[in-house]
């Protein structure tokens, strides 16, 4: 290993954590376990049986083709690699930690729901030590337990565990499966196997969503009351404007396996959106001319954060300096959240 696993750790944690960074989190253990989810336990069974039928159990095995050396890519695409494996990795070990945790907490007073996130912390443990195992081919890999407990956790209400978890598993389901099919049509952009395995893996992602949806509509008050419609909203332009800012930081990356950036996450919100629309009380209205132009501009002002942050100058004064940028980014994202949106009137108007 080139780098220590625990220095490189330590070194991202002090000097890259942002509001951007993957997050661990916890919740309230005692409020989910308490949840009456009678109203809609045939569909979340139904889930939990796909669950159980296991259908990645054979596919995340390494094959022939990783065997090959990466020393030929060159170092900057190494490094896109290694900062998209790094990333990717911590998101779903997250992933696998918040619902071992639900799991484990439910097992005496909610088994069903226990073991609905039992089998999806399953699933996130396999695609962690995919990634895990896939860094290695770089020669560096994540010290999972030293992350786990070096880690800070972010509180989260369930009902924004919820809304967050649905959001982030069906935009994870469309980022995989529109990178899987681009790469299909353009063989000459699948510059490692890992792509290869990415169609049956955001299967589960979906199936993940559809857990968390099963769950929300167990609980029709998340879904038909005024404050429901305002943290959908939220949650929505949260999830949207992050992966945006995200993506634009690592253009590089999408460039080496042939995508736009802009495009891609264009054409991934707008998807995800569409998903969203079967389940939330309300959708963003993501064609309306001020939307992306708006975001774009965020990005140019993170920009501007990003290069502040860089310079060789105190912490103070960075502070002192982005100020107005934060503001800037502050207002724009606000004028995004109260730009119209689209109601789902069969949702809203549905009884409690
Ligand atoms: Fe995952
Ligand atoms: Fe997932």
Redesign the pocket.
């Known amino acids: 290993m080139s780098v220590s696993t625990k220095q490189r750790i330590e070194n991202k944690t002090v000097t890259q954590e942002s509001l951007l960074t993957p997050r661990f989190y916890t919740t309230n253990f005692q409020e989910i376990s308490e949840l009456d989810i009678s109203s809609n336990i045939d569909e979340l069974k139904a889930i939990i049986e796909e669950f159980r039928i296991d259908y990645n159990r054979d596919h995340f095995l390494r094959d022939q083709e990783f065997v090959k050396t990466w020393d030929t890519f060159d170092k900057k695409t190494k490094n896109i690699f290694i900062e998209f494996l790094e990333r990717s990795c911590t998101a ?1 070990f997250s ?1 696998f930690l918040l619902y071992k945790e639900i799991s484990r907490n439910l097992k005496k007073t909610n088994p069903l729901l226990a073991e609905g996130f039992s089998y ?1 912390s399953r ?2 443990a396999r ?1 962690a030590g995919f990634l895990n195992k896939a860094m290695s081919d770089f020669q560096i890999s994540l010290d999972l337990g030293f992350l786990t407990k070096t880690r800070k956790y972010t509180f989260f209400a369930p009902k924004f565990i919820f809304y967050t978890t649905y959001l ?2 069906k935009i ?1 389901y469309w980022r995989y499966i529109t990178i899987y099919r681009h790469l299909e049509k353009n063989p000459s952009y699948r510059v490692y196997p890992l792509f290869r395995f990415f169609e049956s893996w955001c299967q ?2 979906n199936r ?2 559809d857990f968390f949806a099963a769950l929300l509509k167990s609980q029709k008050h998340l879904l038909n009351t005024w404050d429901a419609k305002l943290w959908c909203k939220f949650f929505l332009l949260s999830v949207y404007a992050t992966m945006y800012l995200n993506d634009h930081q690592r253009k590089d990356f999408y460039t080496t396996i042939g995508l736009d950036t802009k495009k891609f996450d264009q054409y991934v919100i707008r998807k995800t959106n569409q998903s969203a629309k079967t389940l939330f009380p309300v959708i963003l209205d993501v064609d309306h001319p001020k939307f992306f132009e708006l975001l774009d501009k965020c990005v140019i002002t993170n920009n501007k954060l990003i290069q502040i942050q860089e310079k060789n100058i105190s912490e103070f004064s960075k502070r002192f300096e982005q100020v107005p940028h934060i503001l800037s980014l502050v207002f724009h994202l606000g004028k995004l959240f109260f730009l119209p949106s689209i109601e789902n009137h069969y949702i809203w108007n549905e009884p409690s």
Do not use: I, K, L
């Open positions: 779903e992933g999806m699933d996130e695609h982030s598993e994870g589960d992602e993940h969503g």
